[in-house]
């Protein structure tokens, strides 16, 4: 009976201990993994700060090259960024790289807690045109045949076929002068206008005289306008990149925005696109007529460039160009197809280099209160740093 006892004592005591043991290793692993939460708490409220902070910097980032499109002489902005998780402050400085047209972007966000983030990044100014090719080498450039009759008067680009060398007619197919038609010099033009004697072609009685400013049925014509003109490819992308770059995309050629000042305008799928005067010397226009038809009113001033645009030129002569008598035209125009009417009464047009200035921004990337639409700011590639 004793042994049975002593057994029963031995064995409860036994069971304590274990429980004991088991007690003791259950609130070692509660306090560790306790500790394991408050750590991995405090690791979540660091990145969703750190993240919050490093979202204030790259807002400032933004707002900074939104600024510079409107305000190319800015140096520094500021703003705050309020959220659920955290609110804070960024502060960015906006300093030239020493590379033209090249700026450095510095921003720092900064939270209440005291969390910042820095984000450093280079963005460059580029042009619609082509950089590659300076603008069109000619008033007119037209990928197939030009009439050219009545008392037409072209004034050549005087390099564009290199320095001194003027061209004033580029094409890819046969260019046909008649009527009182001729080509000439910007100053010819300006001191008295083109004739017979200062002119580079024209027409005496019935011979055509062709000088070296019509480039005709040129083998080196390029096979991609769209490329040659804005340097992106005649494809859904290319075009996307071009779209995403215009001031507007509109379906009428009377939308008050083409009309209203400078600007880069797309108008597609339009039966009849018919403008007036637009555009000035100062405020120029790049109109894109898309799978459209183009009419120029009779005694109108465009000023800028005109590019008319058939998505199929081989599906043959689908649209229209009609410049009616008077027109002038300062700037260039540039056709991929073939369906070009001029008038034969009088009409001009004049490569007009301060238009060109204007569009490729040559005095600079802004012209004050709203930029220059013909500007677009982008990342320079490899030059985001966010760390230290």
């Given amino acids: 009976m004793a042994t049975d006892i002593k057994n029963s004592i031995h064995g409860g005591f036994t069971t304590l201990v274990v429980t004991l043991i088991l007690l003791s290793i ?17 690791l979540t409220l660091n990145e969703i700060e750190y993240r919050v902070a490093m979202a204030a910097a790259e807002k400032g980032i933004a707002e900074a090259m939104a600024e510079l499109k409107v305000n190319p002489a800015v140096t520094a902005i500021s703003g705050s960024i309020a959220t659920a998780a955290a609110n804070g402050s960024y502060q960015v400085t906006i300093s030239p790289s020493g590379m033209a047209d090249v700026t450095d972007i510095l921003s720092v966000g900064t939270l209440d807690s005291g969390t910042t983030a820095i984000v450093t990044v280079q ?4 042009g619609i045109l082509n950089p590659n090719n300076s603008g069109p080498a000619a008033p007119l450039l037209v990928a197939g045949t030009l009439p050219a009759n009545g008392s037409i008067t072209i004034v050549a680009n005087p390099n564009g076929g290199g320095p001194g060398v003027p061209v004033s007619i580029w094409s890819a197919g046969d260019v046909n002068i008649g009527g009182s038609a001729t ?51 005649d494809t859904a992308e290319g075009w996307a990149r071009i779209e995403s770059r215009a001031t507007a995309i509109v379906n009428s050629c009377a939308d008050p925005r083409i009309t209203g000042g400078a600007g880069v305008f797309i108008v597609e799928n339009v039966s009849d696109c018919t403008i007036g005067s637009i555009g000035s010397r100062a405020a120029p226009i790049v109109l894109i007529t898309k799978d459209s038809n183009l009419t120029i009113n009779a005694n109108s001033q465009v ?22 008598g008077g ?16 008038p034969n009464g009088s009409y001009a047009a004049i490569y007009d280099p301060e238009v060109l200035c ?31």
Wanted: hydrophobic share 35%.
């Fill in 327 to 342: 027109a002038k035209f300062f700037g260039m125009m540039l056709a991929n197809h073939n369906n070009i009417d001029l």
């Fill in 26 to 42: 259950l609130v070692a692993v509660s306090a560790f993994i306790g500790k394991v939460l408050i750590a991995d708490k405090r």
């Fill in 358 to 388: 204007s569009i490729n921004f040559c005095n600079g990337g802004g012209s004050g209160p709203g930029g220059n639409p013909f500007v677009a700011i982008s990342y320079v590639p490899g030059s985001w740093k966010d760390w230290e």
């Fill in 303 to 324: 000023y800028g460039l005109v590019f008319a645009y058939d998505s199929n030129p081989a599906d043959g002569d689908n649209y229209d160009i009609k410049i009616n």
């Fill in 123 to 126: 963005v460059a100014e580029w």
């Fill in 183 to 233: 080509t000439c010099g910007l100053d010819e033009y300006q001191n008295g206008g083109c004739n017979k004697e200062n002119a580079y072609s024209y027409k005496s009685g019935s011979e055509s005289i062709i000088g070296p400013d019509i480039v005709a049925n040129d083998p080196d014509f390029p096979d991609d306008l769209v490329d040659y003109v804005f340097g992106e490819p």
